[in-house]
T-cell receptor, first 113, second 113 residues
Framework: RKEVEQDPGPFNVPEGATVAFNCTYSNSASQSFFWYRQDCRKEPKLLMSVYSSGNEDGRFTAQLNRASQYISLLIRDSKLSDSATYLCAVNGDYGGATNKLIFGTGTLLAVQP | ETGVTQTPRHLVMGMTNKKSLKCEQHLGHNAMYWYKQSAKKPLELMFVYNFKEQTENNSVPSRFSPECPNSSHLFLHLHTLQPEDSALYLC????????????FGPGTRLTVL
C-alpha cells in the first residue's frame, strides 16, 4: 500500500457543482495533514491544514477520519478558477523522520463552464 | 511569489555537464528542502537542511550534491545526470523543521539530454 494515496482523476465537473476528494494514508501515527493546490506548471501552495475537528474556509471544507485513515476536501459551488491539481500531504513516523511530509500524486480537477 | 526564488527556471543539460540550481528564501525560515517532481509521480523529498545542517538525504544518488551555505540559500549541484533525472526540481522552506506549512519556490524545469 502506498504511504499516501489519491485518485488522480481527472474530475470534470460543471461550474457550481460540489466535488469531494479523498486521500488515504497508511501510517496510523500521522499527526499533521494538509491540502495543497498546484496550478499547471506552477509550484504547490498550501490550501488548508486539516484539523481533527475539521475546518472550513469559505467554499472549502477539510475533514479527517482517523479510524479509516483518510482526509477529505470538499469544494462547494465550484468556480473555473478552482481548476488545478490538489495534493494531500501527511506527516508521521515514516522511516523515523516524524517531520517528513509525504505527498500524494494529486487529484486533477477541471471545472467546466 | 517572491518568498522563495529559484534560478534558473529552465535548464537543459547534457549528461556530461555540471550545473547548479539555486534557491533563496526571504522569509527568515530555518529549514529548507529540495524536492523532485516527475510526471505522474508524487513529490519526492530529496534533501532537508535545518539551521544549515543536513538532516535528511533520501537515498539520493551522488550525482546530486546539495549545499547550504546559510539558512537563506540552498544549492543543488548536478553532474553526470541521466535522462531519467529530467523533472521539476522544487525548493521549499518552512519556519522550522516541523510538519507545518512549507512554502515552495517556482521550481527549475530540468531536461537532461
Amino acid at each position: 500500500r502506498k504511504e499516501v494515496e489519491q485518485d488522480p482523476g481527472p474530475f470534470n465537473v460543471p461550474e457550481g457543482a460540489t466535488v469531494a476528494f479523498n486521500c488515504t494514508y497508511s501510517n496510523s501515527a500521522s499527526q499533521s495533514f494538509f491540502w495543497y493546490r498546484q496550478d499547471c506548471r506552477k509550484e504547490p501552495k498550501l490550501l488548508m491544514s486539516v484539523y481533527s475537528s475539521g475546518n472550513e474556509d469559505g467554499r472549502f471544507t477539510a475533514q479527517l477520519n482517523r479510524a479509516s485513515q483518510y482526509i477529505s476536501l470538499l469544494i462547494r459551488d465550484s468556480k473555473l478558477s478552482d481548476s488545478a491539481t490538489y495534493l494531500c500531504a501527511v506527516n508521521g513516523d515514516y522511516g523515523g523522520a516524524t517531520n517528513k511530509l509525504i505527498f500524494g500524486t494529486g487529484t486533477l480537477l477541471a471545472v467546466q463552464p | 511569489e517572491t518568498g522563495v526564488t529559484q534560478t534558473p527556471r529552465h535548464l537543459v543539460m547534457g549528461m556530461t555537464n555540471k550545473k547548479s540550481l539555486k534557491c533563496e528564501q526571504h522569509l527568515g525560515h530555518n529549514a529548507m528542502y529540495w524536492y523532485k517532481q516527475s510526471a505522474k509521480k508524487p513529490l519526492e523529498l530529496m534533501f532537508v537542511y535545518n539551521f544549515k545542517e543536513q538532516t535528511e538525504n533520501n537515498s539520493v544518488p551522488s550525482r546530486f550534491s546539495p549545499e547550504c551555505p546559510n539558512s537563506s540559500h540552498l544549492f543543488l549541484h548536478l553532474h553526470t545526470l541521466q535522462p531519467e533525472d529530467s523533472a521539476l526540481y522544487l525548493c521549499a522552506s518552512s519556519q522550522d523543521y516541523s510538519p507545518d506549512e512549507q512554502f515552495f519556490g517556482p521550481g527549475t524545469r530540468l531536461t537532461v539530454l
